[in-house]
């Protein structure tokens, strides 16, 4: 599972956003190389400012990766993936800012592992679930 592989990357000190778009790069063999990575960086602890939580931005570039060929107009289904992710975060943790989440789930010992954990699980449900607008229309 995501969050299996996530837990060695928590392990090795990255942040959330860091953590998660790592692991999903090794679980779902995007291909992603070090320099492509280290751009998640500054989304980790709500883009450094407590806004928006990294573990979710990080989802939402795995979904880019995996429903956008070449910008996100062109894609039927982006939005509406990225509609059920967050909704789904919301309705686990009430709020997609890192300062409301954060108080529910951080843990001194590991650190955000417990909201990158569900950000995965979330991640799969969503994949798992959500079906692109291309089958729809067959």
Known sequence: MLKDVAAK???????????IIRAA????NL???????IMQAGF?????????????LSAVSVLSLKYVETRAHESKDIQP???LLTKKFK???????CK??????FDKVVRCLNTVTTA???????????????????
């Open 100 to 105: 409301d989440v954060k108080p529910q789930s």
């Open 25 to 28: 790069n090794e679980y779902y």
């Open 81 to 83: 993936v990225v509609f």
């Open 31 to 37: 291909g992603l190389h070090e320099r492509d990575m």
């Open 91 to 97: 309705e686990r943790y009430g709020s997609t800012l």
């Open 9 to 19: 990357y928590n392990k090795q000190d990255y942040n959330c956003a860091e953590t």
């Open 120 to 138: 995965c699980d979330i991640l799969e449900e969503t994949l798992a679930e959500y079906q692109p607008k291309a089958s729809q229309e067959s």
């Open 44 to 56: 980790g602890g709500g883009i450094q400012t407590a806004s928006t939580c990294g573990a979710l």
